[in-house]
C-alpha cells in the first residue's frame, strides 16, 4: 500500500537499498510490485525479465555461475539506471551471495586521506562498453560524478565492462594508482555487507550510490528483476516528503 511504498523508498533513501521478506514467489508478483513505483526501464535485457545462471546465448556473467565482483551497472549507457530490484524464483545451489558496498563511505574516506586521487577518479572519464549481436554500447564517464559542492552524485565502476584508453603517461599512472586505491577499498571485507537471496525476497537497490556483485556458485538459481530510472525515484521521493 501507500505506507509500505513510503516506507521502501524512506529504506532506498537512507542506506542505499532495502529487502522485502515474505513475497508472493513469482514474477508476477514482483513485476507488480515494482510498477509501484514507476514503469519498469528498458534495456538491452528487455524490461522486466526473468533468467538463469544456465543462458549460454548471451554475452554478460549474470547469466553465469561465476563470481562477479563489485560494480554498478550501465556504466555503457549515457544514463545508467538508478535503481535495480532482483528477486530469487528458484534455488538449488551452493554460494552465490550477494554482495554490497556504500560507495559514499568510500568517497569520504578518499577525500580525507586520498585527496588527489579522489580528484583524479572525479575528472578522468572511464570509458564503459558492451558489445553483443548488433549491440555496441559505448559512454564515458568518471568513477566519482560530483556537483558543484563536491557532493558525489553518482559512482560508476565495472571493470568487466571498463574499455581500453590511453592517457599521457604521467595522467595514466596517476589514474591507475587511484583506481587501485578505490579496488582496494571496495574489496574490504569490513565494507561488504553480504546477503544470500532466497525465494520470497526481493532486493532492491540504488544502483548509483552502491556497488553489487556475487560470489561464485555451483548448482541452479533462477531470478527476476529490471530497472527503474533515476528521475522516477527522485519523483517519488519528493511526492512523498523524504
Known sequence: DKDGVKIWLNHIQRIGFVLIHNSPNTAEATEKMMKKIAYIRNSIFGTFSVWDNKASNHEDTAFTSLEIEPHTDGTYVH???GLQTLHCLQREAIGGDNQFVDVLAIANEMQNQHSQEFETLCKVQVPGRYIGENIHLQTHRPVFRTNNDGAVLQVSFNNHDRAPFRLPDDEMARFYEAYGI???LAHQARRQF?????PGTILTFDNWRLLHGRAALTGYRQ???GYHNREDLESQLRANNL
Open 79 to 81: 544514463d545508467a539506471p
Open 182 to 184: 578505490f579496488h582496494r
Open 194 to 198: 553480504k546477503y544470500c537471496l532466497n
Open 223 to 225: 531470478l527476476c528483476g
